[in-house]
């Protein structure tokens, strides 16, 4: 099945940094999405991205859709407490026999260090 | 607005036993999915429902079976616990394939 993989596994950083992550495949999506998940809740969903080439921000967040289709990047700009948590990237293409629904990197933990 | 429930939060079973997990969204979206939560393996999906009246499997369906009662309820049943099914569930769902879903809080199970 298709596998994103999904770097770095784990940031620590200090309050106010900027922060990047990115997911690869070696398979083409048709929508890209990244989601936030803090401890003991469902993931939440930050930005969806369903054009290759896209760029889309959501306050302090920025995510683009690579041009190749086979990765996304998320970056936070200068960088906050509560940002803290797991952040996910999720991969989706119409399949015609296979099983459907969205694909998930294995995620980046994010840690604030004030 | 609700959005995803999901019922019970914690479990905790004996290998062997059965239980259904509940999910409902009141969101009137047409696709559900179960996933579950394992430390560091992501989400995975077991089984989704493009449609009411429809299941089918995902990618780790094996000791789980599910239904789609109508187009609001997706329950993901367990016949009978084994250890290795010990992990977080989630429940999601969405209007259209493709779209970002939307997750309930999860159902915590433990399995001895």
């Known amino acids: 099945g298709q596998q994103l993989n999904q770097s770095p596994q784990s940031m620590f950083i200090q309050e106010g940094e900027d922060v990047s992550m990115n997911c690869t495949s070696s398979?083409?999506?048709?929508?890209w999405l990244w989601y936030k998940q803090d401890p003991g809740e469902g993931p939440v969903l930050l930005i969806a991205?369903?054009?290759?080439?896209e760029l889309t921000s959501n306050g302090r967040l920025t995510a683009q859709f690579g041009i190749t289709r086979k990765d996304s990047f998320l970056n936070i700009s200068a960088s906050i407490p509560s940002d803290v948590g797991i952040y996910f990237c999720?991969?989706?293409?119409?399949?015609?026999?296979?099983?459907?629904?969205?694909?998930f990197g294995k995620g980046t933990h994010l840690i604030i260090q004030p | 607005n609700a959005g995803v429930t999901q019922t019970p939060k914690f479990q905790v079973l004996k290998t062997g036993q059965s239980m259904t997990l509940q999910c409902a969204q009141d969101m009137n979206h047409n696709s559900m999915y179960w996933y579950r939560q394992d430390p560091g393996m992501g989400l995975r999906l077991i089984y989704y429902s493009a449609s009411e009246g429809t299941t089918d499997k995902g990618e780790v369906p094996n000791g789980y079976n599910v239904s789609r009662l109508n187009k609001r309820e997706f329950s993901l049943r367990l016949e009978s616990a084994a250890p290795s099914q010990t992990s977080v569930y989630f429940c999601a769902s969405c209007f259209d394939r493709g779209q970002g879903y939307t997750f309930g809080s999860g159902t915590r199970l433990t399995v001895v």
């Open positions: 991205l369903y054009k290759a080439g």
């Open positions: 398979s083409i999506f048709n929508t």
């Open positions: 999720a991969g989706h293409i119409y399949s015609g026999g296979g099983a459907d629904g969205l694909t």
